[in-house]
């Protein structure tokens, strides 16, 4: 191989990576699970009409919309949509908002479109498939965490020793390495009453916000930047993750049963 085609191989191969490092979300087997667990939960008049608007595709096959639409500019603007970011020892509502929006006026915008009798049947897909982006996106707790560090973005961490960092060890990394599939996931969640439903379903959007901040706090503190992550720290956190995740789906359909059922 000749130096110069070496040379574009290298330049090729580390743009690939800084792209794919660049795209934080709960990876695609997070947001599918919860799509899964959402339906589960869904009354039969409102699973009717979500399946015919979105011709049969299921919440699991949508849920990765948002993220899917990361990468084309023409929908630059929602960006901000994914996450909020305000002092912990601060309320949302007395922080500064950021203009281009943030998770949670981007989920309430999603719902009051969605309500709106007056939607044209194109919005009404999209902000559907959104919406059930964000109420993932919501649950994952670095996506309510410090702006200085970008959710935890930038604090390098290894994973099974390879270069990761914090906000996507929480995104994928974790569940990744659990090896399971998303349906699997999402029939091996706990096992819930229906009071404990009843109650996860309970609060509004602000409410669910401030309990990821509150596991957020605890994430920073779980690891130091350069730490080695590994099966240890799965064993201590695969559990919230398992529990953000049900929650998530839980909570999902109850904000869908109040649009169409
Ligand atoms: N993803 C990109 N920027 C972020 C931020 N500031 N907080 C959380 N998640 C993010
Ligand atoms: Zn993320
Ligand atoms: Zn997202």
Redesign the pocket.
Known sequence: MSKQVFFIFILLFSFTNIAANDN?KWGSTGHRAIGVIAEKHLTKKAKKQINKLLQGQSLAFVSTYGDDIKSDSRYAKF??W????FPFNSKYENSDKNPKGDIVTGINTCISILKDKNTSQEDQIFYLKFLVHLIGDLHQP??????E?????DIQVRWHNKGTNL?RVWDSNMIESWNMGYTELAKNAKKLNKPQIQSIQKGTVLDWTYESQKLAIQVYKSAEIGEKLGYKYSYKHFGTVRSQLQKSGIRLAKILNDIYG
């Open positions: 934080p960006y901000t994914h996450y909020v970011n670095l996506h309510v965490g410090r702006g560090d970008k959710g935890g973005n906000h």
